[in-house]
């Protein structure tokens, strides 16, 4: 008989408890300055986390669904496009390219629950300016397959990298492959700050030149409109905790591995799952582990039998893809997104979690499956 625990599926109290003395001087310090937006505190995490990555330049936005409205806009993409998008995403990822008033062309995922090269080569059409790749659960999509129909067509890339920030495809970071990448820094995201938050990143200087004026009401450095923008700034106090968490952000990232590790030693002989990639089981991906999504047989049953034992888990995004939501008025059938979806489930995955939590959620499937 196990011994019965509680295991949230991600712990906001236990991450603010384990940095706590360090994320309240960094408060009081911003606080005490009167420091609040576009000041040096926001202007010194754009140039630490464009250092991290390799870029030019890096814009603290309000979310990351700003970003992408933001990337879309400077890509040129409007009115009578079409872009081509994952539908296993969040609808954050496809509401942009409706904001700027393009199409968005939901297409299949691949085995690894990213976006298919091959259904991405189907999809295309005269009208097809973007790309789209959104890389989920901490994984890299295939930049170099997706990279090749992008020159081959002549079309713009711009990622979703909201799930993937550290992330690598053959030793380039998620959301440096494109003319644009962004992302969250939702509070449960791998680099999550106290509210929402997100960046654009870019290699491009028109493109930056445009987003430092769109963020901030189309004003330029003397305060004079010069175009018309919106107001998506990320401000001085997430900013200055994101500094912070952005120092210790390589460790976090093992400590992801570690677990995704012991997860797929444990459950990797069960026949019922299908598990995500191990850590280092391909040489071309660095994976981040942002969340720990599996396919699962009697899904549904399994996740009960984890609830009575004390361990919640996520359907992501309520157990549906993008085109599953019929208030939307999509008109598609894509039956390996949709067999997934039915199947999908993540497990606790973040660093408040010990190796005997990983154990006993562990035993607890063993367990289930067991008695099938």
């Not at 990320?234 to 905790?241: F, G, H, I, T, Y």
Request: hydrophobic share 40%; net charge neutral.
């Amino acid at each position: 008989m196990l011994s019965r625990r509680q295991i949230p599926f991600f712990n906001y109290r236990a991450l603010f408890e384990s940095q706590e003395h360090e994320i309240m001087g960094v408060l009081r310090d911003v606080l005490s300055r009167g420091a609040y937006i576009l000041q040096q505190d926001l202007r010194d995490f754009e140039a630490g986390l464009a250092r991290y990555l390799g870029v030019k330049h890096a814009f603290g936005v309000a979310d990351g669904t700003n970003s992408i409205v933001l990337a879309l806009r400077a890509a040129g993409v409007g009115p009578g496009h079409e872009v081509i998008v994952p539908a296993h995403t969040f609808i954050a990822s496809v509401y942009p390219i409706k904001a700027v008033g393009a199409t968005p062309v939901l297409v299949e995922c691949a085995d690894d629950h990213l976006l298919d090269p091959s259904a991405v080569e189907a999809a295309l059409t005269p009208r097809t300016k973007a790309i789209l790749p959104v890389h989920l659960n901490g994984r890299t999509c295939d930049m170099a397959s997706l990279g090749r129909i992008a020159a081959r067509r002549g079309l713009t890339i711009v990622e979703d990298a909201a799930q993937a920030l550290g992330s690598k495809f053959q030793g380039k970071f998620a959301g440096t492959f494109g003319l644009a990448g962004t992302f969250s820094f939702y509070p449960a995201k791998s680099l999550g700050c106290f509210g929402d938050g997100g960046a654009l990143v870019t290699n491009d200087d028109r493109v930056a030149e445009r987003v430092e004026l769109w963020r901030d009401h189309g004003r330029n450095k003397d305060g004079v409109v010069v175009d018309w923008g919106t107001n998506c700034r990320l401000d001085n106090v997430q900013a200055a905790v994101l500094s912070l968490k952005l120092r210790g952000f390589d460790a976090a990232i093992a400590r992801r591995r570690e677990i995704a590790g012991l997860y797929d030693r444990r459950l990797r002989q069960i026949v019922a799952l299908s598990l995500p990639p191990a850590p280092d089981a391909h040489p071309d991906h660095f994976d981040t582990y942002q969340n720990y999504e599996l396919q699962a047989q009697r899904r549904d049953e399994l996740r009960a039998h984890l609830e009575q034992n004390g361990v919640r888990t996520l359907l992501q995004w309520g157990g549906r893809a993008v085109h599953q939501f019929e208030a939307l008025g999509f008109n598609v059938s894509l039956p390996k997104t949709e067999l997934m979806t039915s199947r999908f489930i993540m497990l606790p995955m973040n660093t408040s979690l010990a190796d005997d939590d990983i154990n006993y959620i562990c035993d607890l499937i063993e367990q289930f499956y067991s008695r099938a």
